[in-house]
């Protein structure tokens, strides 16, 4: 059966939908619900939900924004507006964001009926549609089998965790040799290499967990087909540089073994009040010693590396459009929210509800 969530702020609206027989006449059934978008997708992100039948008008986060945050994350989800009737220019906004279809209030059996039957023959289709598209990657894949080895891979690895001054040249006739190989087709070529830079990013996942919490500057794990193979090796080595550039300003490689011991503490432990004070006596070093040595290897004091990290999680949690200004703030451990913003225009040029606009 297809899963299916409801979005509404007025509990009857809830309710009515959730004693239809019609959904398990259809083929659904309804497995959550949540009083208000930003509700939703927090349900979203820890559960498989084929269908949403949310309301247009909403605290908090509305329909139009709830659909506008799916999809800027990437969440092709079939959405069902429920709207009133004098909602008509809100309805037709979702419409054009990729809402499958609307309910009108009241909501009548024969229309929630209709509504359900067609959105099973979308569903049923967009299932094989995928099933279609997996089989045909999987068979892409095959006939792409890497010409070079996981060594390679992990060599290139090592040189942007050491250091990454040799390891733009390295992926550079990297990328050029599969270009030579795949006799300059740029489909294929982009493919591999975009495969490439995630397999990359999974072993500095698994080799450091925290980069997960930040948002890596210059590093997409995407190459796109472009015009030429020179353009997508480009943009691959424009990868493999933003990668090395941003570990290298972490100062986690390279380095001296306790400034890596205590930039991983903060990377860490970057949410909330975080202190070198704290970082002392959990590493069981005393603080003059840590600052000192930081400073010495770094040439950065331990309060701007604070922050600096601070900043890049903070942008790392506007990106993910789950949080309002405020509550990133009190997040990252700032009780004022104008001081963190302020903070935060300094670090990327621009505010947080900036950085949210820009990425719409």
Not at 78 to 97: E, H, M, N, P, W
Not at 111 to 124: K, P, V
Not at 158 to 180: H, M, Q, T
Request: charged share 30%; net charge neutral.
């Amino acid at each position: 059966m297809y899963k299916a969530l409801i979005v509404d702020d007025d509990r009857a609206i809830r309710y009515e939908l959730k004693k239809s027989f019609l959904f398990g006449l259809h083929g659904f059934d309804i497995a959550g619900e949540a009083g208000d978008g930003k509700e939703a997708l927090e349900k979203i992100s820890s559960a498989e939900y084929d269908i949403v039948f949310v309301d247009i008008r909403m605290p908090r986060i509305d329909g139009i924004q709830f659909i506008r945050e799916l999809r800027n994350g990437g969440n092709d989800l079939c959405v069902v507006i429920i709207s009133g009737s004098c909602d008509y220019s809100f309805t037709r906004q979702a419409i054009k964001l990729g809402a499958f279809d609307y309910l009108l209030k009241p909501i009548e059996a024969e229309e929630l009926d209709e509504l359900l039957s067609n959105a099973r023959l979308f569903l049923d289709e967009k299932g094989e549609n995928r099933k279609l598209a997996e089989h045909t990657r999987l068979q892409l894949e095959e006939s792409l089998k890497l010409p070079y080895s996981v060594q390679e891979e992990q060599e290139l690895f090592r040189l942007i965790k050491e250091s990454g001054k040799n390891a733009e040249a390295y992926a550079a006739g990297l990328a050029s040799r599969l270009a030579a190989f795949y006799e300059e087709d740029g489909f294929k070529l982009s493919i591999v290499l975009e495969n490439s830079l995630k397999n990359l990013y999974g072993l500095f996942l698994s080799d450091m967990p925290w980069l997960d919490k930040l948002q890596v500057k210059g590093f997409k794990a995407s190459v796109k087909p472009l015009e030429s193979t020179t353009a997508i090796i480009a943009v691959f080595i424009s990868n493999i540089k933003g990668l090395a550039e941003f570990i290298n300003d972490l100062h986690i490689s390279g380095t001296n073994p306790v400034v890596k011991l205590l930039c991983e503490y903060f990377i860490n432990n970057v949410e909330g009040r975080t202190t070198l004070e704290d970082a002392a006596r959990t590493l069981n070093y005393s603080s003059k010693y840590l600052g000192k040595i930081f400073r010495q290897v770094t040439g950065e004091s331990v309060v701007n590396y604070i922050t600096r990290v601070k900043m890049e999680r903070a942008k790392a949690l506007v990106l993910s459009g789950k949080y309002k200004t405020y509550e990133i703030s009190e997040i990252m451990g700032y009780r004022n929210t104008d001081y963190f913003t302020r903070l935060f225009k300094q670090y990327h040029n621009m505010t947080p509800i900036d950085l949210k606009r820009l990425t719409k």
